[in-house]
């Protein structure tokens, strides 16, 4: 995919971080900062946090996401486009692009709990082993992100939830973004993890999620698209963002639902990650181009269309695996 396939094309990035730790403070200091959230504009930011959670696979490969370098590459040409308003990441990659310098006017929102890692025997019990609010607030990020997901016959769910209510207070407290990813989830019978993606699942999991912390003034929910999502956007006054998740059925199909679901009141915009940095066809400039084309923006997104592509620097239950 990339022009570029030198293998030693970011061993510039281990040097720094072996001799000088402290270029990632410096460089999230010096960062410039998006000019800010407005009504009436969709956001469009690409979520790279899956490998933190041991969550590798991307459609039938399951270790798509292995080579962090290809996922570097393709992350570079994702932010390159100027309608591209920012990056959902783990710690690690979160640093990696600061010293790449692409993040440049972007949002930054940091990836909180990765605890409950993909096949893990206590996977409900997600605990929060990533960002903190204080380090995101020294990063200068706009906010942080929880995966919320609610098991009814778990006891780990509960301590889940207090976790969560717990990080959307020290975010407020600092004026900085929760964004939460709730859902209704259940083990099958292989033991895997899924979750419901019911509209009545999907409300219920939001009337839990936007009620958790003792405010909600700094929280946005992050939405699966599914079916009668017009009921599911009727359930929050919460500003919300539609996931991606593990691409399933055609490319033409998957953009059809989010262009759908972006039209309805409260959406303000996509967070995905999977879906655009790895389509069936290998056009990462392509997806990323056609994804933003959908966002209801006042001005047109014509200019994302023939954006360059830089080469980066050296009763059936539907169910869908989380984030």
Request: with cysteine; aromatic share 4%.
């Amino acid at each position: 995919m990339s022009p570029n396939d030198d293998p030693r094309r970011y061993e510039h990035l281990s040097r720094i971080r072996l001799e000088d730790p402290e270029a990632v403070a410096r460089a999230a200091a010096t960062r410039r900062r998006h000019p800010g959230l407005k009504h009436g504009v969709q956001n469009f930011i690409v979520a790279a946090d899956h490998p933190a959670r041991g969550a590798l696979s991307v459609g039938a490969d399951p270790m798509a996401m292995a080579d962090r370098r290809e996922l570097l590459d393709r992350l570079q040409i994702a932010l390159a486009n100027p309608a591209v308003d920012g990056i959902l990441a783990s710690p690690d990659i979160m640093d990696d692009l600061l010293l790449l310098g692409a993040l440049e006017g972007k949002l930054v929102f940091g990836s909180m709990n990765r605890g409950g890692l993909a096949g893990l025997v206590n996977e409900f019990d997600d605990r929060f082993t990533g960002h903190t609010a204080a380090a995101l607030e020294a990063l200068g990020a706009d906010g942080g992100k929880m995966l919320t997901r609610i098991c009814l016959g778990d006891p780990d769910t509960v301590a889940t939830l207090e976790a969560t209510a717990k990080a959307i207070d020290s975010l407020a407290e600092r004026k900085l973004i929760a964004m939460v990813e709730p859902f209704l989830s259940v083990r099958d019978s292989h033991g895997k993890v899924r979750n419901d993606l019911r509209a009545d699942a999907v409300i219920k999991s939001v009337g839990i999620a936007e009620g958790l912390g003792s405010t909600s003034a700094y929280t946005w929910m992050k939405l699966p698209v599914v079916d009668e999502m017009e009921r599911v956007m009727a359930s929050t006054t919460l500003p919300t963002v539609l996931l991606g998740g593990d691409p399933s059925g055609t490319q033409d199909e998957v953009f059809a639902s989010w262009q759908a679901a972006l039209a309805l009141p409260g959406v303000r915009g996509l967070t995905v990650g999977r879906t655009l940095l790895y389509p069936h066809d290998g056009d990462v400039a392509g997806a990323v181009a056609t994804a933003a084309s959908l966002l209801n923006n006042p001005a047109p997104a014509a200019a994302t269309a023939s954006a360059a592509r830089p080469a980066p620097s050296s009763d059936r239950i539907p169910v869908k695996v989380s984030e």
